[in-house]
């Protein structure tokens, strides 16, 4: 069975550019949740949907936005890039829908350097 | 001591030792842990959960410690291998069905043959 998967593996951008990441989730996982793990950290949460809807939103400025589709894959996509934006963003599904369905699957990430 | 700013926290051990990785987690309302394993290039994946009402839960290998009063969480390897290589980080959640983990600084292993 394919894991959750996340396009393009690794990605440059500019100052002031505007990106667009995708992630498919697990088939039958209901619930995405994307985060960015800077280098040296844990990854930090800043969104997660759920059935299309946003169910949480980290602390993150409001150039970075996300959507969920009928297919349940996802998009994230950043404005106005900014040098500390370089990172690795990773994508995680779940199957969703209560507590004890939460357990999240993550994938590999994409990598998104910032020049 | 607990390096800074790019250096994580590292733990070198033989072949077969056991390790112990540890972890303060900082709100008491957190009702579920959870340890992943993240290796070079890859996203984390997850090794073992416990919750809030117990205080120890064991898998292959691996046991997970919860000691609620002074907040802190801890992971022991059996026989470490090569394979276990890896940063691990411990993550927390206030549960509530939205399960959002906030993850701690993680600590890398190194396991020498």
């Known amino acids: 069975d394919a894991g959750v998967t996340q396009s393009p593996t690794h990605l440059i951008k500019t100052r002031g550019q505007q990106v667009t990441l995708r992630c498919s989730p697990i088939?039958?996982?209901?619930?995405v949740s994307w985060y960015q793990q800077v280098l040296g950290q844990g990854p930090q949460f800043i969104f997660q949907?759920?059935?299309?809807?946003?169910?949480g939103r980290g602390n993150f400025p409001d150039r970075f936005s996300a959507r969920q589709f009928p297919n349940y894959s996802s998009e994230l996509n950043v404005n106005a890039l900014l040098l500390g934006d370089s990172a690795l963003y990773l994508c995680?599904?779940?199957?969703?829908?209560?507590?004890?369905?939460?357990?999240?699957?993550f994938g590999p990430g994409t990598r998104l350097t910032v020049l | 001591g607990e390096s800074v700013g790019l250096h994580l926290p590292t733990l070198s051990v033989q072949e077969g030792d056991n390790s112990i990785i540890n972890c303060a987690y900082s709100?008491?309302?957190?009702?579920?842990f959870i340890w992943y394993k993240q290796e070079s290039g890859k996203g984390p994946q997850f090794i073992i959960d416990?919750?809030?009402?117990?205080d120890k839960r064991q898998g292959q290998r691996v046991t997970v410690l919860l000691n609620k009063t002074v907040k802190h969480l801890s992971l022991q390897i059996a026989a470490t291998q090569p394979g276990d290589s890896a940063v691990y980080f411990c993550?927390?959640?206030?549960?509530?069905?939205?399960?959002?983990?906030?993850f701690g600084r993680g600590t890398s292993l190194i396991v020498h043959p």
């Open positions: 949907y759920y059935e299309k809807e946003e169910r």
């Open positions: 416990i919750r809030s009402n117990m």
């Open positions: 995680a599904s779940s199957p969703g829908g209560g507590p004890s369905y939460n357990e999240q699957f």
């Open positions: 088939s039958g996982h209901k619930s």
């Open positions: 993550a927390e959640t206030m549960g509530g069905g939205s399960y959002i983990p906030t």
């Open positions: 709100n008491s309302a957190s009702d579920y």
